[in-house]
């Protein structure tokens, strides 16, 4: 089992920065990929940016230039940095780890809103 804490979003307005982080706990030997989704009202959830044990990373085309992840495997976590935000970046923020063995854990996710 992983455990999963995310913390570090808010309101900011548009243009502004926040940084999203993601702490691990539990089996964390198992872990491969750590990424983040996010979720929009009405919308289905999205894949927002990744990266794997070795360092490799993916982003949605939406993000790609405003948004960096990052990850301290010492520490178990993983970071989104999320600058020049829009107000359709708005939505609940997930962490999400894949291990291994290809299961999956969530976090309790993260309100981002991004003001006009």
């Known amino acids: 089992q992983v455990q999963l804490v995310e913390s570090g979003g808010g309101l900011v307005q548009a243009g502004g920065s926040l940084r999203l982080s993601c702490a691990a706990s539990?089996?964390?030997?198992?872990?491969?990929?750590m990424g983040w989704y996010r979720q929009a009202p009405g919308k289905q959830r999205e894949l927002v940016a990744a990266v794997r044990r070795g360092g490799s990373t993916n982003y949605a085309d939406s993000v790609k230039g405003r948004f960096t992840i990052s990850r301290d495997n010492a520490k178990n976590t993983v970071y989104l940095q999320m600058n020049s935000l829009k107000p359709e970046d708005t939505a609940v923020y997930f962490c999400q780890v894949e291990t291994w063995g290809m299961q999956n854990y969530w976090g309790q996710g993260t309100q981002v809103t991004v003001s006009s």
């Open positions: 539990g089996s964390i030997f198992s872990i491969n990929a």
